[in-house]
């Protein structure tokens, strides 16, 4: 006896159907999704230690500093949060996290280098640096440099760049890095590199 053409058609789509995606938020792979970056709920978190990078500072310079945070490692880690206070050359970093909920440990170690003059240029003198998180009194001091009659403090061996005007126009990344005499890539992770450089260490793709 011949089914029916509906009949026939209800069991070909009942023999191929796609599964459903697991329930736990929507991963192939039986994992939560982490959370969007632009969405989610930042949090300060106080940082184990912060550090200069560099000994040859200037007010034209690029000035960064490295630290550390100890937080859950499923907490995506999002860029610092960086203000100046001018009146008393100050700097405050805020490192930021996504707050997870239900996020369970182990907690991992997590170093970053943001440079500080992104924000604003220092003056000459004994700069401060110090943690924005709330209780924190992780902080340290800067020495920079008085810059000559033209603005600039020199080279450190005598040649190289002293100015970003001399890096590479075509990139806005690039920066003169004074301690060092070179123009560099700046980063605060992978993703800001490219394919030649991919890597992000210390604030500079390499």
């Not at 490692?73 to 203000?83: D, N």
């Not at 009146?87 to 970053?112: G, H, K, L």
């Not at 605060?188 to 390499?206: N, R, V, W």
Request: with cysteine; proline share 10%; hydrophobic share 30%.
């Amino acid at each position: 006896m011949r089914l029916p053409l509906a009949l026939m058609l209800i069991a070909l789509l009942g023999g191929c159907r796609t599964p459903l995606l697991p329930e736990t938020g929507g991963n192939p792979d039986g994992g939560a999704l982490q959370p969007d970056a632009g969405s989610c709920t930042l949090e300060a978190v106080p940082l184990d230690w912060l550090r200069g990078d560099d000994l040859n500072l200037c007010p034209s310079d690029l000035v960064r500093v490295t630290f550390q945070i100890t937080l859950d490692a499923c907490r995506p880690v999002r860029p610092a949060l960086i203000t100046f206070d001018s009146a008393n050359n100050r700097y405050t970093v805020t490192a930021q996290a996504c707050s997870m909920p239900t996020c369970q440990p182990p907690p991992t170690t997590v170093q970053r280098t943001v440079f500080l003059s992104e924000t604003a240029r220092p003056q000459p003198g004994m700069l401060e640096v110090r943690d924005g998180a709330p209780g924190s009194n992780v902080s340290t001091i800067l020495p920079i440099q008085k810059p000559d009659a033209s603005g600039l403090c020199g080279t450190v061996n005598g040649s190289g760049c002293q100015s970003d005007t001399q890096c590479t126009p075509t990139d806005p990344s690039t920066r003169c890095w004074y301690d060092g005499s070179t123009c560099e890539r700046i980063c605060f992770d992978d993703t800001d590199c490219l394919a030649a450089a991919p890597h992000c260490t210390l604030g500079f793709c390499s």
